[in-house]
């Protein structure tokens, strides 16, 4: 995975999320990146940018629709302070994660819980829902599925439009591996729970009831059969890459490894997407 690097040409504005408050910059490329930095005071955060990146590399190699990223570097004269208010601490010169706009997309909203057999077959690629939230456990994923502040679930799944269907997206991975009680400092042990993700919300379950049991389980073996081999080499050279820009965890690309192909790990994950389908 060759990582671009795009320069900021204008801030068009911050987004108001729950967590890291990306800003909305046209880049030098002329497209639109969601661009993600430092926002607390904590430097370990830097770890969720590589985190980004991490998942990006994973769900493009298991085939998984995600938007496409880009490193991008702040220009000067494109901080325009009135427009900022979480992200004070970026300056000039600053290397952020920059996500793609993804045109004529829009946030999964909780008024599309209700999955009907009509919702369903209008869904493009329904079977990457089940595939997402295997990835979800597997990476501790807790930021896919809890209420946000406004007691709504944070799904982070996009939905574009594609030849009269919409085609669901993985999205803002910034709080994989136990999320940020856990940065930098997670292990194989610490386990995996199905509390406040994916699988336990109204969309899951009324989506996958609409695909039948063989169906279901094959889609998850097949896909667990992918977890178990991914080229580890690759995403070991990419987070060691990744020191030369941000400030990171010491060995972090052991830790992340250690966690990804740790048996017990990936079968706990397998046994709890299967048992999510009653």
Same mark, same amino acid.
């Given at each position: 995975?060759?990582?671009?690097?795009?320069?900021?040409?204008?801030?068009?504005?911050?987004?108001?999320?729950?967590?890291?408050?990306?800003?909305?910059?046209?880049?030098?490329?002329?497209? *639109?990146?969601?661009?993600?930095?430092?926002?607390?005071?904590?430097?370990?955060?830097?770890?969720?940018?590589?985190?980004?990146?991490?998942?990006?590399?994973?769900?493009?190699?298991?085939?998984?629709?995600?938007? @496409?990223?880009?490193?991008?570097?702040?220009?000067?004269?494109?901080?325009?302070?009135?427009?900022?208010?979480?992200?004070?601490?970026?300056?000039?010169?600053?290397?952020?994660?920059?996500?793609?706009?993804?045109?004529?997309?829009?946030?999964?909203?909780?008024?599309?819980?209700?999955?009907?057999?009509?919702?369903?077959?209008?869904?493009?690629?329904? @079977?990457?829902?089940?595939?997402?939230?295997?990835?979800?456990?597997?990476?501790?994923?807790?930021?896919?599925?809890?209420?946000?502040?406004?007691?709504? *679930?944070?799904?982070?799944?996009?939905?574009?439009?594609?030849?009269?269907?919409?085609?669901?997206?993985?999205?803002?991975?910034?709080?994989?591996?136990?999320?940020?009680?856990?940065?930098?400092?997670?292990?194989?042990?610490?386990?995996?729970?199905?509390?406040?993700?994916?699988?336990?919300?109204?969309?899951?379950?009324?989506?996958?009831?609409?695909?039948?049991?063989?169906?279901?389980?094959? *889609?998850? @073996?097949?896909?667990?059969?992918?977890?178990?081999?991914?080229?580890?080499?690759?995403?070991?050279?990419? *987070?060691?890459?990744?020191?030369?820009?941000?400030?990171?965890?010491?060995?972090?690309?052991?830790?992340?490894?250690?966690?990804?192909?740790?048996?017990?790990?990936?079968?706990?994950?397998?046994?709890?997407?299967?048992?999510?389908?009653?």
């Amino acid at each position: 995975m060759n990582l671009q690097i795009l320069n900021t040409e204008l801030l068009l504005d911050e987004m108001k999320t729950d967590g890291h408050a990306p800003l909305k910059f046209i880049c030098d490329s002329g497209d *639109i990146y969601f661009c993600k930095y430092l926002k607390s005071i904590s430097r370990s955060e830097l770890n969720c940018l590589a985190y980004e990146v991490v998942a990006s590399f994973l769900l493009r190699s298991l085939e998984v629709p995600t938007p @496409e990223i880009a490193l991008v570097k702040i220009s000067p004269s494109t901080l325009i302070k009135e427009k900022i208010k979480y992200n004070r601490r970026l300056q000039t010169g600053n290397i952020c994660f920059g996500s793609k706009e993804i045109k004529f997309s829009t946030e999964l909203q909780a008024l599309q819980h209700n999955i009907k057999k009509k919702d369903f077959t209008a869904i493009a690629n329904p @079977e990457d829902l089940i595939k997402i939230a295997i990835f979800d456990l597997w990476v501790l994923n807790m930021d896919r599925g809890k209420n946000n502040k406004d007691g709504e *679930i944070n799904y982070n799944l996009l939905l574009q439009p594609e030849d009269k269907k919409q085609r669901i997206i993985a999205f803002d991975h910034s709080f994989i591996f136990g999320g940020v009680q856990q940065i930098g400092t997670f292990n194989p042990q610490m386990g995996v729970s199905a509390h406040n993700t994916l699988i336990q919300t109204p969309y899951y379950k009324n989506t996958i009831k609409h695909i039948e049991k063989g169906r279901f389980i094959s *889609i998850v @073996e097949e896909f667990v059969s992918l977890l178990r081999n991914f080229d580890q080499a690759a995403l070991v050279k990419l *987070i060691e890459s990744l020191h030369s820009y941000w400030t990171l965890s010491f060995k972090l690309e052991d830790r992340i490894i250690n966690l990804l192909t740790n048996k017990n790990h990936i079968k706990t994950c397998k046994d709890i997407i299967i048992n999510s389908k009653r």
